[in-house]
Each structure stands twice: as C-alpha cells, then as structure tokens.
C-alpha cells in the first residue's frame, strides 16, 4: 500500500452521512419485522392438527373427535385414553412418529431417522395455531387445523 493511500485512510471518519442512513434503515425494517411477526401471530389454541407426506394430506384429528387418516402402507396410528401416536413411512425407509397428547392438546414429532432430526430435536411442542412442524427430509409437514373464519358453515334451506 503507498504511503498516500495510508494518509488518506488515517484522514478518513470512518461512518459517513450515507452508511449511517444506510444502517438506520435496516435497523427499522429490522425493528419493523420483528413487531409484525410477534404480533400478529395466531397464539389461540390448537384444536387440532392436519399431517401432510408430500404436500398430501394423510392425517386430520381435531381434538375431541375422530382420526380421520388416509388407508395405506405409509401411515400407522396407534390410539389410547391418552394420546394417538402417528407413525409415517416415507421414501423408502423413511421414518417419522408424532404424538397428539389428547389432554394437553399438543403435537410433538418423537422420532425420526433421517440425519439431522432437527424435526424431533430442535423442533419444540405444537401448542397453538402459529405452530407447525416439518422435516424437509421425508416431506413430513404437521400443521394447525384451523377454522375458516371467513367463511362459515351456513344453512340454506
């Protein structure tokens, strides 16, 4: 490096008008972000949850009914007074377990075998209706059934 350059470098503010408008606005589209998604999170609780294997739906249960699951060689679902465990075959060799805890009405993913099982390791409790649970590696998706509000059941008649 010449010694002009290192002069002119030393002479230098470091932040000028422009970064500093720069930084400010990513800080607010930050700041702005983070507000919207906190706040507009659906926290109502679950009641009830939709399994998809490839973007299929295989599995429905709102809590305080009945299961309602696809008949195939991929799904297995074991129920008892207390909870209804779901064991999904994919790709092959593919493994997943959830378990739908009737009477805390939550879902939680218990194992899988795929590498990383971030879906069972890392993956907290389905509590709500802004929750969801996935693994990229089998195609599992766990989803809120949730009401459309929009449009109701009526009665034409």
Not at 107 to 112: G, L, N, P, W
Not at 124 to 148: A, T
Request: aromatic share 8%.
């Amino acid at each position: 490096m010449s010694l002009k350059k290192v002069e002119q470098i030393k002479k230098d503010k470091g932040f000028r008008l422009f970064d500093l408008i720069i930084y400010g606005v990513v800080l607010a589209v930050a700041a702005i972000t983070f507000i919207v998604v906190f706040t507009t999170r659906n926290t109502d609780p679950l009641t009830g949850v939709k399994i998809f294997v490839n973007a299929e739906e295989v599995f429905t249960y709102e809590f305080g009914g009945e299961a309602v699951f696809t008949e195939s060689d991929t799904i297995t679902v074991e129920e008892d007074s207390s909870g209804i465990t779901v064991t999904l075959h994919t790709h092959g060799n593919g493994l997943n377990k959830a378990y739908i805890n009737k009477s805390a009405k939550t879902v939680k993913m218990t194992e899988a075998n795929c590498k990383g099982k971030d879906c069972v390791l890392y993956t907290s409790e389905m509590r709500n209706n802004s929750d969801i649970i996935f693994c990229p590696p089998h195609g599992v998706k766990i989803e809120p059934l949730q009401k459309n509000l929009e449009s109701p059941d009526l009665e034409i008649g």
